[in-house]
């Protein structure tokens, strides 16, 4: 059976292991890699029928009309790709999974907005940064995402982040919350696949369970066909039937 190709997004210039992690995760969930970066041609990136936008810095508060009220290292040149490449997958129905950044970048794009700074609206919670799954999610009953993980009401991750998810996107809803009920994963309320999770499941690479994450994303993609050559960017192209 051929390789779907897989589009993970991520900086040009830095963010190499979280790219090399990914490339690994989607390989062995039995996609094709492709690295997609602001300097990445628009015509590779329509050939992929499935997407993981990474982590990495974080979002332009202009996005959903915040104010960048913290020193962040943002990257705008990324913020305009990822906001094309997801309008694109919209349109084209693609299966999307969003990790950190990701998650985030979804839901501003469907019209939520952040927390700019979790320690700042979360009274006692600890700092925390690891890529050792060391923090609880509780995942809400009844999603994909509980599906995916085989059941599970509880999962340990890890956290990198100190942004998180406000208020919810159109076509939204929460997957799994912290022990503070800050949302740690969101997905589609249809049946798209468009999962976005807070915390790296690249990086918990002997978890079985957070590795189906990626084969349930290469297996959804296997039914979409890239856009015929010639055609125009964005040409939408269903699942193969």
Known sequence: MSRPLIGITGAHERGWLMWQLNRLAVWRAGGKPLRVTPQTSR???AKCTGLVIG????ISAELYKGEATLAVKTDPARDMLEKAV????EERKLPVLGICRGAQMINVL???NLHQDIYAVYAGLKKQKTILPRKTVSLVPGTRLQHLLKGEERRRVNAL???AIDRLG?????????EHGMVQAIEATTKRFLIGVQWHPEFLV????QNELFRALVKAARRFRAPAPGAAPGAAQGPVL
Request: hydrophobic share 35%; charged share 35%; net charge negative.
């Open 170 to 178: 159109e076509r939204l809803q929460v997957a799994a919350r912290d």
């Open 161 to 163: 982040h100190h942004q």
């Open 43 to 45: 015509a590779e990136i």
């Open 86 to 89: 997801l309008a694109e997958a």
């Open 110 to 112: 469907r019209g939520g």
């Open 206 to 209: 002997f978890d079985r369970y």
């Open 55 to 58: 982590g990495g810095d974080d």
